[in-house]
């Protein structure tokens, strides 16, 4: 669902936000508080302080998007803020371990290869 709109990067608030903030209010954060751009085609993910919940912040186009995601039973495994960062950057494939329940630090995945050479 995500991954089919060229989506330039990830953003985790550390923080719990409001969940009555929407898509205004959300936007805010991520300009005054996060120092970033809305509109730059990165998702912006946001938990309550539950963190049973989340809200994405996407631009597309013409307009934002808004996920969001409430679990029935269990919590997401939110990183712990340890640095006086107010968000981080993170890969599609760890919000998508983060979404399915699952640490986004996995130690027996597989390591991306940088090296683009064909023997």
């Not at 919590?75 to 968000?87: I, L, N």
């Not at 993170?90 to 050479?117: C, F, N, T, Y």
Request: proline letters at 4%; hydrophobic letters at 40%; a positive charge.
């Amino acid at each position: 669902m995500l991954g089919c709109y060229g989506i330039s990067g990830v953003h985790l608030a550390l923080e719990p936000v409001d969940f009555r903030k929407s898509i205004n209010g959300l936007s805010i954060i991520v300009q005054e508080s996060f120092d970033l751009d809305p509109f730059d085609c990165s998702l912006y993910v946001f938990c309550n302080k539950n963190r049973d919940k989340i809200k994405i912040l996407f631009w597309e186009n013409n307009g934002f998007w808004l996920y969001y995601k409430r679990l029935e039973k269990g919590r997401f495994d939110w990183p712990e803020k340890s640095t006086s960062q107010k968000a981080i950057a993170v890969s599609e494939r760890e919000l998508s371990w983060l979404l399915d329940g699952l640490p986004m630090k996995q130690a027996k995945a597989h390591k991306p290869i940088r090296e683009r050479l064909i023997i």
